[in-house]
């Protein structure tokens, strides 16, 4: 029985697990080359660092690991996003690192109009929560812009369509960022372009929007669905720019025309909202001139009538000013005779009072007087200065003498030489006290240790590898033995061993050195 299972075994084919797993691989690859898989995305968190992306597809019994390249990532329509109920193609492949199976995705579509309507509505009822469509926050629009941002494609009609239709009613400054209006990446370049305008400085080399207008022509809504972004919601709401909406036709509608500060039925409608029709500005300006021109005349026509019938019941000139021009005559007149008779009195007053040498000896005497009289109070005051300085100098030098420092250092050295001393003797105790244990722990050791008891013809035996033996069943017949007197070892052959208790061993027949070699019989 034995012999036939052992050649049943040796007759089934034997493989590696590589082989296996590579089988199982080429098998699954073979019967599922190319299949449509219908599911819930599960476990979507975004493309990894290497650009590709990782999640599962699973429905109310079952779930299968997904994969989707880098390469693969950036030809979708649209975005993977949790929960969203999606039609995958691909084909399924093994993961012989896991021994799990997953589908390698090529395209991916959403199940239907239904799952991406749900998934808008979800969108919009968290944004609305949010208070980002409250018409509280939208603001007004420029009325005259000077410079309008489009974010659109460089190549399609709508763009066009807008520059025509504002060079139409008011020429001025058009900025375009080219964006893609479909596709996956139409959300982020549209978010981008969005955040990139707001982002320009008022004294830049490129002139900052006064007014931005996102515009997109009509379409299905997958080709909306790149202006369904939450991200590009967000970027809208938060633009300190005013933002037009003019995505689809009018009867089409996205998250942006729900966050926008207004809403333009067509591009072309944005447009005409954006600016005025600058003929009509003209005109209403130049009737407007009209009017305060003729406004102005017939003011000017009253004031110069009133002043006119003020005028009549006002003197004339020469009544005014007959009383002034006769006073001034008057002083006039006197004018001349004060003047000589001031002239007179001065040359007497000058007369009496000629300078001759002897007054200004005088005067030259009296100031050297006062000038003596100033040095010697001076003089006085400065010697008083000095004389208190000096004093003050002294009673200070008195006070800064040498011998308190000197006694104070007496004092410290005292204190020092008492504290080495008190050191000295501190340190030899303690060497006193250590030197004493240690002699203890010596006798302790020399009394504890294994060489008093050889010395009394005791032996200790010692295996091959140098463990101490203290049993005669550890020792076999023909063991190496090693034993150590208290002079010296020698080597020993075990005869016997075990449960012998009468094997014994002769000695040698004289204590030799240790290392020296002999045998038991």
Known sequence: MSDTASESRSNATEYTVSEISGALKRTVEDAFGNVRVRGEISGYRGPHSSGHAYFALKDERARLDAVVWKTTMSRLKFRPEEGMEVIATGKLTTYPGKSNYQIVIDNLEPAGAGALMALLEERKRRLQAEGLFDAGRKRRLPFMPGVIGVVTSPTGSVIRDIIHRIKDRFPLTVLVW?????????????????????????????????????????????????????????????????????????????????????????????????????????????????????????????????????????P?????????????????????????????????????????????????????????????????????????????????????????????????????????????????????????????????????????????????????????????????PGAALSLEFADGSADAVAIGGGARPKATAKPAAKPREPGNQGSLF
């Open 316 to 476: 004339s000139p020469d009544q005014l000013l007959a009383l002034p021009r006769r006073r001034f005559d008057e002083a006039t007149s006197r004018l001349g005779r004060a003047l000589t008779v001031s002239i007179e009195r001065k040359r007497a007053r000058l007369e009496r009072q000629r300078l001759t040498p002897a007054t200004l000896s005088r005067r030259i005497n009296e100031a050297r007087t006062l000038t003596g009289r100033d040095l010697a109070r001076a003089q006085a005051a400065f010697f008083a200065i000095v004389r208190e300085r000096r004093a003050r100098f002294k009673r200070t030098a008195a006070r800064l003498s040498p011998a308190p420092i000197a006694r104070r250092q007496k004092v410290q050295a005292d204190a020092l030489a008492g504290l080495t001393r008190r050191q000295d003797h501190a340190i030899a105790r303690r060497l006193d006290r250590l030197r004493a244990r240690l002699t203890q722990a010596d006798r302790l050791l020399a009394t504890l240790s294994h060489k008093a008891v050889l010395a009394r013809g005791f032996a200790l035996v010692k295996d091959a590898e140098g463990a101490v033996i203290k049993l005669a069943a550890d020792v076999s």
């Open 178 to 314: 080219p964006v893609r209006v479909q596709g996956e990446t139409a959300g982020a370049e549209v978010t981008a372009a969005v955040n990139g305008f707001n982002a320009l400085s008022r004294d830049g080399a490129i002139p900052h929007p006064d007014l931005l207008i996102v515009a997109r022509g009509g379409g299905s809504l997958e080709d909306l669905w790149g202006f369904n972004d939450e991200a590009l919601a967000r970027a809208v709401a938060a633009s300190r720019i005013p933002v037009i909406s003019a995505v689809g036709h009018e009867t089409d509608w996205t998250l942006i025309d729900l966050v926008s500060d207004i809403r333009a039925p067509t591009p072309t409608g944005a447009a005409e909202i954006a600016v005025p029709v600058k003929a009509d500005l003209e005109a209403t300006l130049a009737s407007l001139g009209a009017r305060l021109k003729a406004a102005a005349s017939r003011n000017f026509e009253r004031k110069r009538q009133a002043v006119r019938a003020a005028a009549r019941a006002l």
